[in-house]
């Protein structure tokens, strides 16, 4: 089974604050994402990565950078958090076929005070 | 604008009943539409996948159906269980490969 995992279940972080947040995937996968979910809203996508060091703006990028130095490996950045960031944080990964389903970690609840 | 729409936003039904949740999708070119199961404090899990030639697809007590013609996808739980609830999203892939996602329909069963 493919595995995802987040590095942290819940956050609590100040606005300002610089925050990492990590995702792990063991499958190979090529494409990661990251996404956050509020009520009301569904999943809205941050930013994708289709390889490694290749990354591309979702549908709500502000506020928000990755990294992806290794294949396995994909990070969100809030470069200065606001409250506004509170949210739940999802990542995920794929194949790069068409038809493949995404592998979700388990989220992390970011709070930002 | 390519959307997805569920309803009902949300559902609560007595163990061993039936529902079925409905998705509405505008998305074009459509490539398939996939249904995903959302339990509390996780991530979401795929339950199946249809593509355009697709009109029903079954996976244990969840039955997905899609039609094309008029843009509709349902999923239909039969005898329904405490474990069933959870959020369910449905997932639309253009054939570019972006996914528009629905909001959701959140089933509640009780005993």
């Known amino acids: 089974d493919v595995k995802v995992t987040q590095s942290s279940r819940y956050l609590v972080k100040r606005t300002g604050e610089k925050v990492f947040l990590e995702c792990v995937q063991d499958m190979d996968h090529e494409n990661m994402f990251w996404y956050r979910q509020d009520p009301g809203l569904g999943l809205r996508l941050i930013y994708f990565s289709y390889d490694v060091k290749m990354k591309e703006k979702g549908d709500i990028p502000e506020g928000y950078s990755v990294s992806r130095e290794k294949k396995e490996r994909f990070s969100l950045i809030l470069e200065s958090a606001s409250t506004n960031q509170t949210s739940m944080y999802l990542c995920a990964s794929s194949l790069s076929t068409l038809n493949s389903p995404l592998h979700f970690g388990n989220g992390t609840r970011l709070t930002v005070t | 604008k390519n959307q997805v729409e569920q309803s009902p936003q949300s559902l609560i039904i007595l163990e061993g009943k039936n529902c079925t949740l409905q998705?509405?999708?505008?998305?074009?070119?459509?490539?398939?539409l996939r249904w995903y199961k959302q339990d509390t404090g996780r991530g979401p899990v795929s339950l199946t996948i249809m593509t355009f030639s697709e009109n029903t697809k079954s996976n244990g007590r969840y039955t997905a159906t899609l039609d094309a013609d008029t843009k509709q996808s349902s999923l239909h739980i039969t005898a329904s269980q405490l474990s069933d609830s959870a959020s369910y999203i449905c997932?639309?892939?253009?054939?570019?490969?972006?996914?528009?996602f629905g909001q959701g329909t959140t089933l509640q069963v009780k005993p």
């Open positions: 997932v639309v892939s253009e054939s570019t490969g972006k996914l528009i």
């Open positions: 998705c509405n999708y505008t998305v074009s070119p459509f490539s398939n």
